[in-house]
């Protein structure tokens, strides 16, 4: 079967080589409207028959393994992934895979999957991949984060006004001191310095990150550090993090809290843009760990009060989740557009991990099972008025 750089699937089959499935298989899917090897854009066409026990053994981790290897195929991913996840299919696993669920469990119970010795895992396996894949498919700002489209209809519009957005929420003024934990390839600390007239300190555990923000905000009043937010020092008049607590981990929650309020000044606002999870979890999604972003966890919104409990103030909560939807596929876009300029650093296999990271995580917030929040948090010594901005 041979394959087509830069475009989106493999040569499509006969119909005669797909495969049928077994009846328990084919009746769950048929909860979502999804057929195998049927004909509309979201159905799954599966070219080997290994692909279903791969899925009853190892569940999403066959599924999307199968999908890397070119075993099945869809035309719509981000349809087939809304509609498994909008039935809430990916939770109605049998018998057969509850000692591997236990498992990861007690993994996540016992060890600290984000302690400091794992801290720049996340950073060389992931954001180091290759900065010529990130300026590929991001803005001309890098932002690697949810984009706010309430007023823009294309991607770069729609990122520069998150950046404003989270500017403006942080009633930056000039002269001030910004704290940007995880400030990837510097677009926000460059956005901040240059239209707010603020000193930007940023913060990144990603090689290739601290060098690109480095250079991108050379001359103005920006310092960008490769460090984990545990070893932070100073004091700041507002702190930002965009992205960067799905890396922290419940168990730490505690640790990069404290360390934010250690370092705020008394009248300081601290703005935290996450991806949140509509359910409180104690696994992460084996596929996208191991191979997209190892050791991560998504928060949800009871763990993320409790943590914040007698620490800070929740002055607004903003969740604009469906924005992310529409982010990932402009994302898939332009990466899919520019790929033939990458193909001859990355191989067929990588392009298919990277359309099922896009387009499923399009399938999951167009599911509502993943939000996307912006809290500002003050110390409850300020005194003044915070005003919610959108």
Known sequence: MQYNHGTSQMNSPNLAQYVEPPRAIRELLAEAGIRINGDASWDMRVLDDTVYRRVLVHGSLGLGEAYMDGL????????????????????????????????????HLLLNPQSPLRAFQVGEQHYDIGNDV???????TMSYSCAYWADADNLADAQRHKLELICRKLEL???????????????????????????????TVSRQQFEFARRRCAGLPVRIEFQDYREIEGSFDKI????????????????????VRRVLADEGLFLLHTIGDYTTTRTTEPWIEKYIFPNGKLPSAR?????????????????????????????????????????????????????????????????RQGQLWQLVLSGRQRSAVYRSVR
Not at 82 to 105: F, P, Q, T
Not at 134 to 140: E, I, R, S, T
Not at 313 to 320: L, Q, T
């Open 72 to 107: 099945w195929e869809a035309d719509r991913l981000d349809e087939f992934f809304h509609r498994l996840l909008r039935y809430d299919l990916n939770e109605k696993v049998g018998g057969w895979r509850r000692w591997r669920l236990i498992g990861a469990v007690l993994r």
């Open 134 to 140: 990130f300026q590929a498919m991001l803005d001309p």
């Open 173 to 203: 003024r000039p002269g001030e001191r910004l704290l940007d934990i995880g400030c990837g390839w510097g677009g926000l600390a460059h956005h901040a310095a240059t239209h707010h007239g603020v000193e930007v300190v940023g913060i």
């Open 240 to 259: 930002v993090s965009v992205g960067m607590f799905e890396h922290v981990g419940p168990k730490n929650y505690p640790v990069y809290l404290e360390t």
């Open 303 to 367: 763990q993320l009060t409790e943590a914040l409990e007698r620490r800070f103030v929740i002055e607004d909560w903003h969740n604009f989740g469906p924005d992310y939807d529409r982010t990932l596929m402009a994302w898939w876009a332009n990466f899919d557009a520019n790929w033939p300029r990458l193909r001859n650093r990355y191989d067929p296999r990588f392009y298919r991990m990277w359309k099922y990271y896009l387009l499923s995580c399009a399938g999951f917030f167009r599911a």
